[in-house]
């Protein structure tokens, strides 16, 4: 990740916050919000860890389509804990939020059959059966996010 300046740090510390509290994906006016600013210049900071790779923006828009490992718009991974429950924008981020957060469920689908699978967490310890297969080598996986 390349350097951001402190209030972009602090605009993606409140992204998280939002994410984690299970919101829908934080907007520039409810980040503006939170922290008493303008939404121009949460807008300028989602550029600037957009740029860095800390999130990712839908294309041509200030809407956060990903903020790793949550994801901003509806996907087939989803996680849950309790009655709490966020998408995720595969399987190693749908891990990654249970690892963040605590115990629970990932649900998702078997890329090559699209039948159910479902990984539970419980005392940090992943149950379930599958393999985590990555198509894309991670040094390419920023050519095209959006696919891998």
Avoid: K
């Amino acid at each position: 990740m390349l350097p951001v300046r402190p209030f972009a740090r602090t605009v993606r510390a409140e992204v998280m916050r939002a994410f984690s509290a299970a919101g829908p994906a934080p907007t520039t006016d409810s980040i503006a919000g939170a922290l008493g600013c303008e939404p121009a210049m949460v807008a300028a900071a989602f550029d600037e860890l957009a740029e860095a790779h800390a999130l990712v923006l839908e294309p041509g828009t200030h809407r956060i389509w990903m903020a790793h490992p949550f994801s901003g718009v509806p996907t087939v991974h989803r996680v849950s804990i309790g009655r709490q429950t966020w998408f995720a924008n595969c399987v190693w981020d749908g891990l990654a939020i249970l690892a963040l957060l605590g115990d629970g469920m990932f649900d998702t689908r078997c890329a090559g059959s699209g039948e159910p699978v479902r990984y539970t967490v419980r005392d940090g310890v992943v149950q379930g059966e599958g393999v985590v297969h990555f198509l894309v080598p991670a040094r390419e996986f920023w050519v095209d996010i959006g696919f891998t």
